[in-house]
């Protein structure tokens, strides 16, 4: 698994914005890839449309998911990730503002790894992505990559 790159999946230039610096800020170095809508983020995984050809074995380390999306909504991307025997091992994250419980639900029916929601303060928002990228990209043990 490449250890290099956070796909993050956002359609807000605002929230885009905020995880950069967050990001930033917390000395997460890692590349950063931004999928503005579902299907950008299936495109980017699967190599297909503007991402044909790209090496799909490199999968992301994680995968920060909003749920409400354009074109494909965040529990679909959830969904064709999981269903899929090259990336259902993929960590994926729930990054949203949605506090509906059923939203909370279903990420977990499909196999999130864990749902967070958006603080509103720059500065809680920073220090949730300080954690996720300790956690995610420093401490968790990544799963083997599948051979298909």
Not at 92 to 121: F, M
Request: hydrophobic residues 45%.
């Amino acid at each position: 698994m490449n250890s290099k790159i956070i796909l993050l999946v956002e359609d807000n230039p605002s929230d885009i914005g905020l995880t950069k610096r967050a990001l930033g800020k917390s000395h997460v170095a890692n590349e950063l890839v931004v999928a503005e809508d579902g299907q950008a983020a299936l495109d980017y995984v699967f190599g297909a449309g503007a991402y044909a050809g790209r090496d799909v074995a490199e999968l992301p380390a994680l995968v920060l998911l909003d749920l409400k999306l354009p074109k494909v909504s965040g529990l679909e991307v959830l969904r064709r990730i999981r269903a899929d025997e090259r990336t259902r091992r993929l960590p994926v994250v729930v990054l949203t503002t949605s506090k509906e419980e059923r939203d909370v639900a279903a990420s977990y029916d499909l196999g999130v790894n864990s749902y967070i929601r958006k603080p509103v303060d720059f500065t809680q928002f920073a220090q949730a992505i300080q954690h996720l990228g300790l956690y995610w990209l420093v401490l968790n043990e990544p799963p083997p990559k599948v051979r298909v």
